[in-house]
């Protein structure tokens, strides 16, 4: 059954068996590398052809409903590995369905606490026509900013769904495409991956429109990795260098590859970036980002892994984690932080590293470079700090991108996306809270949980969000959405952009009021 299966790594099906500091073994789900602790999943629950009536009741869903074999039923229909745009016809059921079944399964009923998950977390998913307008939108606005010469129409033209191309001068051409490649978008509370796919699949085909032969793309990804790895080929590391420019070359190369595939790779590596607190939710927007590079290559059964490339690993890019609690003790005002600095450099570069590592085992030694920096940082702090490390930086130290069945307290998008903002006089008399360094995204946008105050089952999340001391605009029985408004916006470059779906009790909920008055006071709102 494996022998035809390539190795397609990304990750997603590494095994989760960890040890803790005593060496005891961890099993964390059903694949394990321990056969004793392996799943067994009867043969019938696949392929048996009979039906049946069966007793669901403990499920909620009845009890003589017919059932046969997931294979038999999933025969009914027609399957397509290609994501439709919003302007597709739907003959297939796409990889969009599996954000349907994530919903789903939120809604769930429980019994044990009388309740669904999509009552306690606020999560829905969002249609892609709605996706695809917000994504439209935000990106007219900010290249119209970064490019203002080139005219609203143009970019319309340029943005929408029709084999229209506007004139663009190769200056125009080089400026937008430099635009996109610089471009830095976050959904905070991504889910399921609706919004991170919808931005990839615009910008894929904008990228195709503007630049066929991917003449200008390839050339960007060129000249970045030659000035990103200057002063490690300055230092003699030759070698690092050389295999960067191997991947891009490979990435390019039409012979194994499509063209969207480097477009996707890149925009993927450097433009689009995701939080959600659930890890099951991450782990299928990442499935839904590998399904959509590996059909961009072409299978060739005479070369060795079928000629495929492996998938990259995105730990960095798709996180699980809480969006609503910073990390409000900067380490970077400590007096030690110039050492810790160094480290933090190498980090960066361990981390980009291990986005494109192709084997096990330099995943494995990748891995551990990673633990031993922060070991190594913590080392540097003790050494500063008598008694008690603080709780915060003992989080963020601690924090291990690899372990993807855990969602971490914080989210702070210096430390986890290797991101920073620049510092300016506008930044810096900002007069937040959000450290400036944490001010790179331009733009935010994504369908926030609503969960109403009298929810018993944030009680304690409301409570961490009150306690941070970051918000300016909790006030009385406030819904979740509201800190998700506030922490998005001030994640923003100046001039940033964001889009969110709210609920229209927005407009006239005493909760809302300080928030109103916020985004009124320091928001340009279109």
């Known amino acids: 059954l494996f022998k035809e299966i390539p190795f397609l790594n990304g990750g997603l099906f590494d095994c989760l068996d960890k040890e803790d500091e005593a060496g005891k073994v961890i099993y964390i789900d059903g694949f394990s590398r321990n056969p004793a602790k392996q799943s067994i999943i009867p043969d019938y629950l696949f392929f048996q052809q009979k039906e049946e009536k069966v007793d669901l009741s403990q499920y909620g869903l009845g009890t ?3 059932v046969r074999g997931l294979i038999e039923i999933l025969n009914n229909y027609n399957f397509t590995i290609d994501e439709n745009t919003p302007l597709d016809q739907e003959i297939a059921l796409d990889p969009e369905l ?19 998950a999509r009552k306690a977390t606020g999560s829905y998913y969002t249609p892609r026509e709605i996706v695809d307008y917000m994504v439209e939108v935000s ?66 085909f904008v990228l195709h429109k503007l630049d ?46 499509y063209p969207d595939y480097a477009r996707k790779l890149y925009l993927i590596e450097n433009c689009i970036y995701g939080v959600d607190i659930q890890p099951i939710a991450i782990q299928i927007a990442k499935l839904r980002f590998f399904i959509s590079l590996i059909i961009e290559q072409e299978k060739d059964s005479s070369k060795k892994n079928y000629g495929l490339i492996p998938l990259p690993n995105l730990e960095t ?63 540097i702090i003790k050494s500063y700090v008598s008694g008690n490390i603080p709780y915060e930086w003992q989080i963020m130290i601690n924090w291990n991108p690899y372990d993807s069945s855990k969602s971490a307290e914080f989210f702070d998008p210096f430390w986890m996306f290797n991101l920073s903002g ?31 105050a009298d929810n018993p089952s944030i009680i304690d999340q409301r409570n961490l969000i009150k306690d941070t001391r970051y918000y300016e605009t909790l006030y009385e029985k406030w819904d979740l959405y509201i800190p998700f408004l506030e922490r998005s916006f001030k994640l923003l470059k100046p001039k940033g952009l964001f889009s969110f779906i709210i609920s229209d009790a927005y407009i006239a909920s005493k909760y809302a009021l300080l928030s109103q008055e916020y985004f009124l006071n320091n928001a340009a709102i279109n």
């Open 64 to 66: 003589n409903k017919s």
């Open 98 to 116: 599996l954000g349907k079944v994530f919903e789903n399964l939120l809604a769930s009923y429980n019994p044990e606490t009388a309740t669904t």
């Open 139 to 204: 990106l007219i606005e900010y290249l119209k900013e970064k490019i203002p010469e080139t005219g609203e129409e143009k970019i319309k033209t340029l943005l929408s769904y029709s084999e229209e191309i506007p004139k663009l001068s190769e200056e125009e051409k080089q400026k937008i495409i430099t635009a996109i490649d610089e471009i830095k978008i976050l959904d905070p509370a991504c889910g399921s991956g609706a919004f991170p796919m919808g931005i990839l699949h615009k910008i894929v």
């Open 212 to 257: 066929p032969e991917n003449k200008y793309w390839r050339e960007q990804q060129y000249q970045k990795a030659l000035k990103e790895t200057e002063e490690i080929f300055k230092q003699g590391n030759k070698d690092q260098r050389e295999q960067r420019l191997k991947e891009i070359n490979e990435a390019f190369d039409e012979n194994i590859n």
């Open 317 to 379: 890019k798709l996180i699980s984690a809480n969006s609503l609690i910073p990390l409000m003790r900067k380490i970077k005002d400590e007096i030690f932080y110039k050492e810790i600095e160094l480290l933090e450099i190498k980090l960066k570069e361990t981390r980009k590293r291990y986005f494109f590592s192709k084997s096990n085992d330099e995943k494995r030694e990748l891995r551990n470079q990673d633990n031993n920096l922060r070991i190594k940082m913590m080392d």
């Open 422 to 452: 620049i510092e300016t006089d506008e930044i810096s008399d900002s007069g937040d809270k959000e450290p400036s360094y944490n001010k790179c995204f331009d733009i935010v946008l994504g369908n926030p949980p609503y969960v109403r």
